[in-house]
């Protein structure tokens, strides 16, 4: 492995400013207390710095004369998760809590661009991309709609993940599908309610309801090709208020999941037929609404293989795993990946024992890959932008 050695020498700087961020999670849109310690950050280290994008967005802006242009992500927001651990740096924020490292994201580009400053040895533009708002609320697609690309241009554009479970020091990098599409969806069964005693007198939309549960997964099943991967998953059912009443109506919502375009127009089209047809058959009526959120996280190929090819060369090609299986969660990098060429990859982040997964009110990110994560960033500038 050949981490930079100067970035090992300021783990105890990273591994503090991690700590910090830690304790003082802010979510989506409120990333204020973080906008302002990335912002200082990057002054104090001689870069240039804009701010406002997406309301809290940070991009710092390194150049060395004329060149390409890079762009480096990294997300800031917190999750709406109280913290169960105990120690030291633990959220000081009930209910708030940075519980997928977006902390350790922004310490590991905040280290290299740091050491990029300092010593970089690259020809042409860095654009240090601090993103809010990736959990749920979109903020890549609104840096992008404010203009990220019209004042920062980038020839391509990257990000990275810590992931539990794969071992520190390695990564994972694939072309094509990283992460599926995000979408979510509402079904109103409207029936017509009345005693429970008396059934024959009513139009039950719990019984509809209940069918179109159990029929939305055969889309998965029977529409899907056995090789494509698809998720429609219902979440929430929402009906009545007493023992002796048959609701008038019933809620359901959830989410799918998908990997490729047709699939994802697959899935919609069907559900929206299975309802009306089960709704129909039991003599109710359904609105249904498809609320497409995030698309899918698409590695360019060539950009793929290039990020791979950085990471062999910093951990060994033992440690690069440059077909791991895509998740069916989803990121709002995808947004920068449909207007950019680029990558997405993940950095192992230790075990997931003891519910330190993604998510989770235990996690913490692991303070050890910190010098790993900037030197990979470091390394990829230089080697896309060399001297």
């Not at 994972?172 to 979408?183: F, L």
């Not at 929402?238 to 023992?243: E, Q, T």
């Not at 993940?346 to 790993?372: C, E, Q, T, W």
């Amino acid at each position: 492995m050949h981490i930079i050695e100067q970035i090992a020498e300021k783990q105890p700087d990273l591994t503090g400013w991690r700590r910090t961020l830690h304790a003082e999670p802010e979510i989506a849109f409120q990333e204020h207390r973080t906008s302002d310690f990335v912002a200082a950050k990057l002054t104090e280290f001689g870069i240039d710095v804009h701010r406002g994008l997406g309301g809290t967005g940070v991009v710092g802006t390194l150049r060395r004369g004329a060149g390409g242009v890079v762009g480096l992500r990294a997300d800031m927001d917190a999750l709406r998760v109280t913290e169960a651990n105990d120690f030291g740096h633990a959220s000081r924020v009930q209910g708030q809590m940075h519980a997928c490292g977006h902390d350790g994201h922004v310490t590991m580009l905040l280290g290299a661009a740091r050491h990029l400053a300092e010593h970089g040895r690259f020809r042409g533009t860095v654009h240090f991309i601090f993103q809010p708002a990736e959990e749920g609320e979109a903020g890549g697609r609104r840096m992008i709609e404010e203009g990220l690309f019209d004042l920062f241009p980038v020839d391509r554009v990257f990000g990275m993940h810590n992931w539990p479970g794969m071992p520190a020091g390695h990564f994972g990098v694939r072309p094509g599908p990283m992460m599926a599409s995000s979408d979510s969806w509402e079904m109103i069964v409207e029936g017509a309610g009345g005693h429970a005693a008396m059934p024959d007198t009513c139009t039950d939309p719990v019984i509809v309801s209940a069918q179109i549960v159990l029929a939305l997964q055969t889309i998965v099943s029977r529409n899907l090709h056995p090789v494509d991967s698809g998720v429609v998953s219902v979440t929430q059912v929402h009906a009545g208020d007493a023992l002796n009443v048959i609701p008038g109506d019933v809620v359901l919502r959830g989410t799918a999941r998908s990997f490729l375009p047709a699939t994802r127009d697959l899935i919609e089209r069907r559900m929206g037929e299975i309802a009306r047809g089960v709704a129909q058959a039991g003599n109710c009526r359904v609105q249904f609404r498809y609320d497409r959120r995030y698309p899918p996280t698409v590695n360019d190929a060539s950009q793929a293989r290039f990020a791979a090819d950085v990471a062999a060369a910093l951990v060994g090609e033992e440690r690069v795993d440059r077909n791991p299986v895509p998740t069916m969660g989803a990121e709002d990098f995808a947004f920068m990946l449909e207007a950019k060429p680029g990558a997405y990859l993940f950095i192992g982040n230790g075990p997931s024992d003891g519910g330190r997964v993604l998510h989770s009110p235990h996690y913490d990110f692991n303070d050890a890959i910190l010098p790993v994560g900037a030197s990979y960033w470091v390394r990829l500038v230089e080697t896309a932008l060399p001297a």
